[in-house]
């Protein structure tokens, strides 16, 4: 099982990874984030310009929140 800071550096070269409550996948040429069972960021899987990046607005949890700041570090925005 991968850490949460382990997760960060997965992210950032958009690999799967399996951190309990945070995961990612590849599917279908699309590399998907999810936090508990909620996506929460996507991107095509292959070379992603910024413009590609995709993140929800809001959040129902703090943990969530967690997750999403993590990607947001990984990905530079």
């Not at 040429?29 to 999810?34: L, N, P, R």
């Not at 508990?36 to 959040?59: F, G, Q, W």
Request: hydrophobic share 35%; glycine share 6%; aromatic share 10%.
């Amino acid at each position: 099982m991968t850490t949460l800071r382990e997760a960060k550096d997965h992210l950032a070269r958009l690999e799967p990874f399996d951190a309990g409550n945070l995961w990612a996948i590849n599917s279908g040429g699309s590399y998907e984030v999810f936090s508990y069972s909620m996506n929460i960021a996507s991107c095509p899987a292959y070379a992603p310009k910024r413009e590609d990046l995709h993140l929800v607005e809001t959040t129902p949890s703090k943990t969530t929140s967690k997750h999403l700041n993590i990607v947001r570090q990984a990905w530079g925005i």
